[in-house]
Each structure stands twice: as structure tokens, then as C-alpha cells.
């Protein structure tokens, strides 16, 4: 039997928003304009894990790799890939100001 804590973590949720920005210094990052993430859209700057190269084409749509927390949880496995399919997307080399870092 599984010891579960009071507070679960939802895998999806249509209603997260942004719940935790950072400030941060002379990073790449993106500003996104109803982008996804399980199942949720949303809209911020964040922080990519590796430059421009964060961001790929999976499956016939564009993903970018964030440094971003999903209900205040880094997730164990891997940084999330936010899922730019319609999303409008402005790239920010060398972006000093807040950027969110947690969804929930």
C-alpha cells in the first residue's frame, strides 16, 4: 500500500495559472502567450533549460524545455516541455527581470 501525503499533485489541470515568479539575471528565456502545459494554458516568461536549444520540434509541434515547477513540485525526471502549438512566442536572449517559475 502507497503512503499518500494529504496534498496530491494533479498529473493535468486545466485551471493552474502562475503561481511563483523569480526574479533572474541574464538568462534565455521566452514570452509566451497561450502556451500549454498539462493541460494548462497560460501565458509569462520563463527561463529555458538550454538556450534556444530548449526549444524542439516533437511530433510536428514545437516544445521548449523550462525551468518550471508544476504545483510547486520540481518534477523528478525531467524539466517540463511547454507545448507551443499556438502559441505566440518572442524569444529573450540575455533577459534580466521576473520569469515565472511554478504553475498550480
Known amino acids: 500500500m502507497k503512503n499518500l501525503s494529504n496534498k496530491t499533485i494533479p498529473h493535468t489541470s486545466s485551471k493552474a495559472q502562475v503561481s511563483k515568479l523569480q526574479r533572474v539575471q541574464d538568462v534565455f528565456a521566452i514570452e509566451v502567450?497561450?502556451?500549454?502545459?498539462?493541460?494548462a494554458t497560460f501565458s509569462g516568461?520563463?527561463?529555458?533549460?538550454?538556450?534556444?536549444?530548449?526549444?524542439?520540434?516533437?511530433?510536428?509541434?514545437?516544445?521548449?524545455?523550462?525551468?518550471?515547477?508544476w504545483f510547486g513540485q520540481q518534477l523528478k525526471k525531467r524539466n517540463p516541455f511547454i507545448n507551443l502549438a499556438g502559441a505566440e512566442v518572442t524569444l529573450l536572449?540575455?533577459?534580466?527581470?521576473?520569469?515565472v517559475t511554478s504553475l498550480g
Open 45 to 69: 516568461i520563463i527561463e529555458l533549460v538550454n538556450g534556444s536549444d530548449s526549444i524542439r520540434k516533437f511530433k510536428g509541434a514545437y516544445r521548449a524545455n523550462a525551468k518550471l515547477a
Open 33 to 39: 502567450k497561450n502556451a500549454k502545459y498539462r493541460g
Open 93 to 99: 536572449p540575455c533577459y534580466t527581470g521576473n520569469v
